[in-house]
Structure formats: structure tokens, C-alpha cells
């Protein structure tokens, strides 16, 4: 009895299973037998935004961008710091643990400055304010100003001792970190074209 009732039960599931596979592999057919025409694409869901076309620059000197004007000094400064601790650690010479605590130290100075100008056109500015990769590039600057601001701290406890272990390899980590600040930020402003100025 139990017999009669399994061989039923287990041919109805196999139809369905046919079924269903089915409907699948024909779903599967007609979307690889669509034309690229008939598909649509993606699209962004802030194009449609007004604000979204809003990128021009508003923290500007005479037409010149601020925060472009500025960032340039921490990217360099914290790569001149990377190189004075190195040549610290293979000359041994005063001189290098000097100028690194001055790189470090100016390195944070004009970062706060450049972070402050591009916070202002983060926050003024919709067309950038409404781009997440504009938020992901701000939250890398902010740790970057940190480690900056540690490493410079740290210096001021004794720059000659301060580096080697820790001085040097901040200044190593801020390098990793200001290589990718950078990058995005400069994509940001060629292919998006975030934070430029039309001029007067």
C-alpha cells in the first residue's frame, strides 16, 4: 500500500520539476536571443537629480579653486617626510630627522587647510554633496590628516628618536595613504569633473 502511494506522489514531482526547468532554460533562451538594442541600460539613480549637474567649484579665488590650489603641498610634503626618515635611517645624519619633523609638521598644516577647503565644497556644493565617491574620498583624507597629525606629534616628543621604529613607518603608512587620496581625488576632477571652476 505504502508502494502504490510513493510512485504517484514521486511522478507528480517529477513533472513539476520538468516544468519549472523549463520555464527556466526559456527565460535563459530568450535573453541570450536579445539584441543589445532591446536591453536596457544602466542607469544611474541620481542623473536624473537636478543637482546632479552642479559640480562648479563655490571655495574660489578669482575663478581659481581652492582646494585644488591647496592640496598639492600635503601630497608632496608627505612624500619628502617618507624620504627624510629613509635617509635618516641610512645615514644616521641629524639633519634628515630634522627636515622630517618640518615635512611631517607642515605636511599636517596645509592638509588641515586643504581638508577645510574641500569639506566647504563637499558640504556647498550639491552636484559634489550628492556623489557617495565624493563621501569615500573625504573620509580617506580625514584618516590621512590623522596619521599626519599623529605622526607630526609624535616627533615633537623627540624627532631624532621618533623615528625608527614608528616615525618611519607612519610616514610609510601616510604614503599609502595620500597615494590613494590622491588618486581618487584626481578621478574625481577628470572624469567627473567635481570641483573645477568656469572662471569669471
Not at 59 to 81: E, K, N, Q, S, Y
Not at 139 to 166: C, D, F, H, K, Q
Not at 181 to 186: A, D, E, L, Y
Request: glycine residues 10%.
Amino acid at each position: 500500500m505504502q508502494h502504490r502511494q510513493l510512485f504517484p506522489a514521486t511522478s507528480c514531482h517529477l513533472q513539476r520539476y520538468y516544468k519549472r526547468n523549463a520555464s527556466k532554460e526559456s527565460r535563459v533562451t530568450q535573453k541570450m536571443t536579445q539584441s543589445p538594442e532591446d536591453i536596457a541600460p544602466f542607469e544611474d539613480p541620481i542623473v536624473d537629480d537636478p543637482a546632479f549637474q552642479q559640480t562648479e567649484s563655490r571655495v574660489a579665488i578669482w575663478g581659481h579653486p581652492l582646494h585644488a590650489m591647496t592640496v598639492a603641498f600635503p601630497v608632496a610634503l608627505t612624500f619628502c617626510a617618507f624620504g627624510a626618515d629613509l635617509l635618516y635611517w641610512w645615514s644616521g645624519q641629524e639633519r634628515w630627522a630634522w627636515a622630517a619633523l618640518w615635512a611631517t609638521g607642515t605636511a599636517f598644516l596645509f592638509g588641515l587647510l586643504a581638508g577645510a577647503s574641500g569639506t566647504m565644497e563637499l558640504l556647498m556644493v550639491p552636484g559634489i554633496r550628492i556623489r557617495a565617491a565624493a563621501w569615500t574620498h573625504f573620509v580617506i583624507a580625514v584618516m590621512l590628516l590623522s596619521v599626519l597629525g599623529l605622526n607630526w606629534g609624535w616627533r615633537l616628543t623627540g624627532y631624532e628618536s621618533a623615528i625608527l621604529p614608528w616615525g618611519i613607518l607612519m610616514s610609510g603608512f601616510a604614503v599609502v595613504v595620500v597615494a590613494a587620496t590622491g588618486w581618487h581625488g584626481g578621478k574625481l576632477v577628470f572624469d567627473y569633473g567635481l570641483g573645477v571652476s568656469k572662471g569669471n
